[in-house]
């Protein structure tokens, strides 16, 4: 069964980093899409990172030069580096998986199958 498990939210000022991970277990694909979602109280979801097992990235303006999106293959974990954070970045972040690389292509569109369970960034002013 596959799990993911996010890890390393917090809170932080305006300005500063925080980099969350997401240890993936289970997972025996030879393929992934991984991505990297967030959704504020009473804001629709929006996904802020792709990637996949060719090393393809992918992420929206309003987060792009100021995230990046890596994968530990050794280490089964995803990471989310979140540099120069604002208050509009302020939301749960979450991991998500899929073997089908067409997520990936159409992302952020689509529904990935496999999710964690969250992790709380909070970005003061």
């Known amino acids: 069964q596959v799990r993911l498990v996010e890890s390393g939210g917090g809170s932080v000022h305006s300005g500063g980093s925080l980099r969350l991970s997401c240890a993936a277990s289970?997972?025996?694909?030879?393929?992934?899409?991984m991505a990297w979602f967030r959704q504020a109280p009473g804001k629709e979801r929006e996904g802020v990172a792709a990637t996949d097992d060719l090393g393809d990235t992918s992420y929206p303006n309003s987060v792009k030069g100021r995230f990046t999106i890596s994968v530990d293959n050794a280490k089964n974990t995803l990471y989310l580096q979140m540099n120069n954070l604002k208050p509009e970045d302020a939301a749960m972040y979450f991991c998500a998986a899929d073997p089908d690389l067409t997520f990936c292509a159409s992302w952020p569109e689509g529904n990935l199958r496999y999710w964690g369970q969250g992790t709380q960034v909070t970005v003061s002013s």
């Open positions: 289970g997972y025996t694909y030879r393929t992934f899409c």
